[in-house]
């Protein structure tokens, strides 16, 4: 591997090391919620059509752990199983409007923790964060054949 990638390597996990420090600090003012429950909220309401065994995939669990977690959040009123209506055998998994209020108060203080770290950031560089972040992204999707932007 080049020099200059690993060394490019290395910067991003520094800034990702801080960027997670950032968001657990404004996660830690949410009510008790435990991360691998706050887990299932974020993908079930990234994916209206959530059932258990996709949810078990995505967590990368057994679905038994799967239908631990969501028995959980069942019982805190934060999600609710109901019959699929395409397919009677199979359950979809719901947010409660309480679960939507949690994610977006999550994801403002998140907003806004992050926002306070950007504007001690000069205008230029912000901006070139973005174009970055971007490229990144892009980078990372399969479809765009992870091709980047010469530098």
Request: net charge neutral; with cysteine; charged share 30%.
């Amino acid at each position: 591997m080049d020099d200059r990638v690993t060394a490019v390597a290395a910067a991003v996990e520094t800034a990702v090391e801080s960027l997670v420090s950032v968001l657990s600090t404004s996660d830690a003012r949410s009510p008790a919620v435990p991360p691998a429950q706050l887990r299932v909220l974020t993908i079930v309401a990234g994916n209206r059509h959530t059932n258990m065994s996709r949810l078990a995939e995505a967590l990368e669990v057994v679905p038994s752990s799967a239908s631990r977690l969501c028995d959980r959040l069942e019982a805190t009123g934060l999600l609710r199983r109901v019959p699929d209506p395409r397919d009677r055998r199979e359950v979809r998994l719901l947010l409660t409007p309480a679960a939507r209020r949690l994610l977006d108060q999550l994801r403002e203080r998140r907003r806004t923790a992050l926002a306070a770290v950007l504007e001690r950031m000069p205008d230029d560089d912000r901006q070139d964060l973005v174009r970055a972040l971007e490229a990144f992204a892009a980078a990372t999707d399969p479809d765009h054949g992870g091709a980047l932007r010469s530098a």
